[in-house]
């Protein structure tokens, strides 16, 4: 049993599956999303599986302020993946609402709903710092220990 | 010491761990060449491994609507028949780790075991896009299961034997006979892909419309082994249409072994090739390519088959 505990605390940063969410993005970080999975950045070279639902995630890429139409579907999103889970705010406005901060529709960065391990700030966010975050995301041995903001 | 001899067949070589090894390595090379095809670099050689062994160490999550037992035995029953069937296919040369006349019938009842699981695995996930791809897996079933039962049984007509190994041994001793089973052969290569539910025929499993079909509600340790289960039914899959249509040997066990890994690969490359370059098609046209077009290949051929069986006698 020591041994499979091994393997799968080995495999598992070897294997991250990302679940991609727009909280309310303008679409800007959702396209730097999908450009990772080109062939130019192919994040299948570190494992990396695009996947549809949240039970087969192992981290929840949020892009976007999040807006009061999103905001109890990102938490049952969150709610759905099975632990470890990790999750990442990619761009400006998914870290701290950005432009959209004060905003009437708007409740503020991903932090304001779900907690947050790694913050991606940028507008819009190049794709090799979304492929360092997956990997900085996954070496955190246990909650709590990721970006302080 | 028969006893010994019998039990490292069936777990060892070329019995369990071998398939399952050689499962994760065609995941390996299916996924690599997939990417290669589309000028990525893919996935290292150790990924498939990482993918279970992350999957047994998650929490497994079974919501209250769905049934519980059902969820975590399907997977368990699946790979069981899988590897069940993989002992009556001949790795070494033509002599499979059991044999006897009709074995061929239990392969491809055995076969049919996890195309059932899934079905039922999604049908009692009580989810939407679950059900959805439930019924489309019993669906796509209903339209390639005769052809590739068809395809399967032809060249048994010719070989006058109803065992794999049989079929192997025959084929082996006259290969030119093969070449008449070479519309049989295509028809197989289609069928198997529409079993393995890849494109074009992966409307089952369909990511953009139903998230993951029958899976979408499975985590955990189930899911590890659907997904090894999978790798495996591939292998057997491509192990019994290389056994039964590419009956090449060479009476050397060595070389008979690398042949089989040669021939197993082939037919690999063919179905990540198709994989890559189809879009994937709706389930009506899937039903109706299988009986408007496969199903009288089939019948064709198994009607040429009996004809020169007729003139052999």
């Known amino acids: 049993m020591d041994l499979i505990r091994k393997a799968s605390q ?44 949240p039970r087969h995630a192992d981290v929840l890429i949020c892009t976007g302020a999040v807006t009061l139409q999103t905001r109890d579907r990102l938490k049952q999103i969150y709610e759905q993946m099975p632990e470890p889970k990790r999750v990442i705010a990619v761009g400006t406005c998914a870290c701290t609402g950005g432009v959209f901060d004060g905003c009437y529709c708007v409740t503020g960065g991903i932090d304001t709903v779900i907690p947050v391990d790694v913050y991606v700030p940028g507008c819009a966010v190049r794709p090799d710092e979304i492929i360092s975050a997956v990997e900085r995301a996954l070496s955190l041995k246990t909650d709590g220990e990721g970006d302080k903001k | 010491m028969e006893v010994l001899q019998m039990l490292f067949k069936v777990l060892l070589f070329p019995g369990f761990l071998f398939l399952t090894s050689y499962a994760f390595a065609a995941e390996y090379i299916d996924r690599k060449l997939h990417a290669r095809m589309q000028n990525r670099k893919g996935p290292k050689w150790y990924i498939p491994f990482a993918d279970f062994f992350k999957l047994i160490g998650k929490q497994t999550i079974i919501h209250d609507d769905a049934h519980a037992g059902i969820i975590k035995a399907m997977p368990v029953v699946s790979l069981a028949g899988v590897a069940t069937a993989f002992i009556y296919i001949p790795v070494v040369g033509s002599s499979a780790v059991f044999s006897f006349e009709g074995d061929i019938i239990i392969v491809l009842y055995f076969l049919s075991l996890p195309v059932l699981t899934q079905f039922l695995a999604g049908w009692y996930s009580r989810s939407l896009y679950a059900t959805i791809g439930a019924s489309r897996v019993i669906t796509q079933m209903f339209a390639y299961e005769v052809p590739l039962f068809m395809c399967l049984l ?70 590890a082994f659907f997904r090894m289960s999978a790798d495996c039914e591939e292998v057997v899959l491509i192990s019994l249409v290389s056994a039964i249509f590419l009956p090449f040997l060479s009476g050397n066990a060595v070389i008979d072994v690398i042949l089989y890994f040669v021939k197993t690969l082939a037919i690999l490359f063919v179905l990540t090739l198709m994989r890559t370059v189809t879009a994937r098609l709706r389930v009506n046209q899937t039903v109706t390519l299988c009986w408007r077009y496969l199903v009288p290949a089939a019948l064709l051929q198994m009607i040429v088959n009996l004809i020169v069986r007729g003139w052999l006698a």
């Open chain 1, 10 to 53: 080995w495999a598992s940063g070897k294997s991250p599956w990302i679940l991609h969410f727009n909280a309310g993005a303008c679409n800007g970080c959702d396209i730097e999303v999908v450009d990772c999975v080109t062939p130019r950045y192919d994040l299948e070279r570190f494992g990396v599986v695009k996947q549809g639902s």
């Open chain 2, 154 to 223: 032809a060249p048994s007509l010719i070989a006058n034997t109803w065992s794999v190994s049989g079929i192997t041994q025959y084929y082996s001793e006259h290969p030119l006979y093969a070449l008449i089973n070479l519309p049989a052969f295509a028809v197989a290569l289609i069928t198997v892909q529409s079993k393995l539910s890849k494109a074009p025929f992966d409307a089952p499993e369909a990511e953009t419309e139903i998230v993951s079909g029958p899976y979408v509600e499975y985590t955990g340790r189930p899911l």
